[in-house]
C-alpha cells in the first residue's frame, strides 16, 4: 500500500512507535481490573440469617446462638443461608445448657428438625463472614437470596455498557478521529469509576458502571487502531501480542491490588484513579495519518508524518514529504473513500458479508465462553486470589504459542485451533465428577488459556481483514457482538441452580461451533493493511484467480485488473 512506504520513509520502527506502542497500552493495563472487578467487589461472603431481634441471648455463645436459630444445610454442613427457625430450638442445647456437637445427631434427625420446626426467612437481615473481605457490595446492598440473581445483573449491566459503547465510539471514532475519542473515553473511565466508588445505592453503581463500560469500549477500540495505523505490516503480530499481553498483566495486578485492598470501594477506586494520568497524556498523541488523508485533512496529514521523521531522527526524509506527494500517493484510497460510511457498508459486498458474519460468530463465542469461565471464581473452591493470578498466568504461555502459530501457519489455522480445542476442553470438564476440584480447575485453567489465545488472534486479525476507511465501524460491530457474549454468559450460569452441567455444555459448544465457521475467512498472513473496501475484494478476486490459474506464477496484477474489468462489463 502507498501508506505503507510513507511510513518507511519517516520510520517505522523507530523512536515514536516505541513511545506511541507503550503510552497507548498502559490504560490496557487496567482496563483487565474494570471487567473482571466484579469477581472481588462482587465476591459472596458466607452469610446466614440474623437472630431474632426480640430475643435477648446474650448469655450464650456464638455457636450456641447460630444452633437455636438457624438450621443447618445438609447437604454441605453448615447454615442455611437464607432461613431461620421461626422459634429459637432449645432441644438442641443439652441439659446444662452447653452446645451439643452436631456430630452425635444423624441426618435422619436433622431432617426431622427441618420438617417439624417451622422456618422463615430472613427477616430481620443477615451476618456475614468477612473474613476475607472488608466489605463487598453483597454484603453492602443484602443481594443474596431472593436478590441473588442481581449479582450477575450487575455484571450484564455493565457489559450492556461496554456493547453500546463499541457501537457509539465505533462510528463516532471514524467520524471525528481516533485521539478525540481516545481522550474523552480515558476521561469517562476515571470519572465513572471514581462515582461507582462512591455510589449511595446498588442502582447507582450499575449507572456509573454502565458508563464505565461505555468508556472501557471506546478506549479498547481507539487505543488499537492507533496502534495499528502508526506500524508496518511486519511488525504487526509482535506488537498485537505485545498489547495482548498488557492485558494479561493487567489480571495479574488486579490479583495483587484487590489481595491488598479489600474494601470495594478502595478497590473500585485504585482501579480508576489511573485513568486520569492516561487522560493528561493522550493529549500527546498524534491523529491516524491514514485516517486525516481519508477524511480530506491532508495538511495534517503531511504535519504528522514529518513530526513522526523528527522522533525517528529523519528530518530530512519528513522534509521531502508534500501535501502533492501525500495526495498522488494515496489517490486511489481518497477517490475510494468519498463519500461517508457505517455499519451497512460490512455487508456491502459478498467478501465483506462472508468477513463480518464469520467475525461476529468468533467474537461472540470467544467472549461468551472466556466470562462464562472467569466471572465465578469462587465456584472453583480455591483461593479467589489465587485462581486469578493462574488464570492470568496461563494467557503468558498461550499467547507466545498462539503469536508463533500466527507467524508460521497463518492467522486462520491459529483462530480455528484456539476455539476448537477450547470448547473440547470445556466439555470434557462436565464429565469430571465435582468432588475433584483440581483436575476441574486445571481443565477449565487450559479452556481459558485457549480462549485468551482467540482473543489474542481475533483483534489482530480483524484489524487486518477490516479497510481502514470503515475499521473502527468493524472493529465496533464485533466488540458489540463481543459483549452480546459477556452480557448472556453470566445469565447461563443461572441455569446452573436448575441443570448443574448445562452452563458448561453451552460453553463448550459455542466455541466448537464458531471455530468451524472460522474457517471461511481469508488468510492474512504476510498481506498488507486494506484501506478501501475495494482492496479487500480485490484481495479476494485474487486468490480467487490465483487458486483457479494453473500458472499462478505468471499473473500479476495487471492481469488481475483486466479481469475484473472484464466481468464488469
Known amino acids: 500500500m502507498a501508506f505503507g512506504d510513507l511510513l518507511e520513509q519517516v520510520g517505522s520502527t523507530g523512536r515514536f512507535q516505541v513511545l506511541h506502542v507503550t503510552l497507548l497500552c498502559m490504560p490496557i493495563l487496567m482496563m483487565a481490573s474494570h471487567n473482571l472487578l466484579q469477581n472481588f467487589v462482587a465476591s459472596v461472603p458466607p452469610h446466614h440469617c440474623s437472630v431474632h431481634r426480640n430475643l435477648s441471648l446474650s448469655s450464650l455463645s456464638p455457636e450456641q446462638v447460630l444452633l437455636l436459630t438457624v438450621p443447618q444445610d445438609i447437604k454441605n454442613s453448615r447454615p442455611e443461608r ?12 443439652s441439659e446444662n445448657g452447653t452446645y451439643s456437637p452436631k456430630v452425635k445427631r444423624d441426618s435422619s434427625n436433622d431432617t426431622e428438625d427441618l420438617l417439624d420446626a417451622e422456618l422463615q426467612g430472613c427477616k430481620d437481615g443477615w451476618e456475614y463472614n468477612m473474613t476475607e473481605m472488608s466489605s463487598t457490595i453483597i454484603s453492602e446492598w443484602d443481594l443474596v437470596c431472593d436478590l441473588r440473581s442481581l449479582k450477575q445483573m450487575g455484571q450484564t449491566i455493565y457489559m450492556g455498557g461496554v456493547l453500546v459503547g463499541a457501537v457509539i465510539f465505533g462510528g463516532l471514532s471514524d467520524r ?101 494520568i492516561t487522560f493528561l497524556y493522550s493529549w500527546w498523541f498524534l491523529e491516524s495519518a491514514r485516517w486525516l488523508v481519508l477524511n480530506r485533512k491532508s495538511e495534517q496529514a503531511v504535519k ?5 521523521a523528527r522522533i525517528n531522527g529523519r528530518r530530512e526524509e519528513g522534509d521531502r514529504i508534500n501535501l502533492e506527494m501525500l495526495q498522488d ?28 458474519i464469520c467475525l461476529s460468530a468468533v467474537w461472540f463465542s470467544t467472549s461468551f465462553a472466556y466470562y462464562g469461565l472467569s466471572m465465578d471464581l469462587q465456584k472453583f473452591g480455591v483461593d479467589i486470589y489465587l485462581i486469578q493470578v493462574i488464570f492470568g498466568a496461563v494467557d503468558i504461555p498461550a499467547k507466545v504459542v498462539v503469536t508463533v502459530s500466527m507467524s508460521i501457519f497463518g492467522r ?37 488459556g485457549c480462549l485468551a489465545a482467540s482473543f489474542n488472534c481475533c483483534y489482530l ?109
Open 82 to 93: 437464607c432461613l431461620r427457625y421461626a422459634a429459637p430450638q432449645w432441644q438442641h442445647l
Open 176 to 276: 471525528f478521529g481516533r485521539r478525540f475519542l481516545l481522550l474523552i473515553s480515558n476521561l469517562l473511565m476515571a470519572v465513572g469509576g471514581t462515582c461507582a466508588a462512591f455510589s449511595t445505592s446498588f442502582s447507582v453503581f450499575c449507572l456509573f458502571r454502565f458508563i464505565t463500560g461505555m468508556a472501557l469500549s471506546g478506549l479498547g477500540l481507539n487505543s488499537f487502531s492507533l496502534i495499528v495505523e502508526w506500524i508496518p505490516t511486519r511488525v504487526r503480530t509482535v506488537v498485537g501480542t505485545g498489547t495482548g499481553y498488557c492485558y494479561t498483566m493487567g489480571q495479574l495486578i488486579l490479583a495483587v491490588v484487590a489481595y491488598f485492598i479489600r474494601d470495594w470501594r478502595w478497590l473500585t477506586l485504585a482501579v480508576s484513579v489511573p485513568f486520569y
Open 304 to 308: 504528522n508524518l514529518k513530526t513522526v
Open 329 to 356: 500517493s494515496m489517490k486511489k484510497e481518497m477517490s475510494c473513500s468519498q463519500g461517508s460510511y457505517s455499519v451497512v457498508d460490512l455487508l456491502r459486498t459478498p467478501t465483506m458479508r462472508n468477513i463480518t
Open 412 to 448: 486462520r489455522p491459529s483462530q480455528c485451533a484456539a476455539l476448537i480445542l477450547s470448547g473440547v476442553t470445556i466439555l470434557i470438564n462436565i464429565l469430571v465428577p465435582y468432588e475433584k476440584q483440581t483436575v476441574r480447575t486445571t481443565l477449565a485453567v487450559l479452556g481459558k
Open 461 to 569: 486479525y480483524s484489524g487486518e481483514l477490516y479497510p481502514t476507511i470503515i475499521r473502527q465501524n468493524g472493529m465496533g460491530w464485533v466488540s458489540m457482538m463481543a459483549r452480546v457474549g459477556a452480557m448472556v454468559a453470566p445469565m447461563v450460569l443461572l441455569l446452573g441452580e436448575a441443570v448443574p452441567w448445562l452452563p458448561g455444555f453451552i460453553y463448550g459448544v459455542a466455541p466448537i461451533l464458531s471455530g468451524v465457521v472460522a474457517i471461511y475467512l481469508p488468510e492474512t498472513l504476510g498481506a498488507p493493511l486494506p484501506d478501501t473496501i475495494q482492496d479487500v475484494d480485490e484481495r479476494s478476486v485474487k486468490k480467487t484467480i490465483l487458486n483457479a490459474s494453473p500458472k499462478k506464477e505468471e499473473l500479476d496484477m495487471v492481469d488481475i485488473h483486466n479481469t475484473l474489468f472484464k466481468e464488469a462489463a
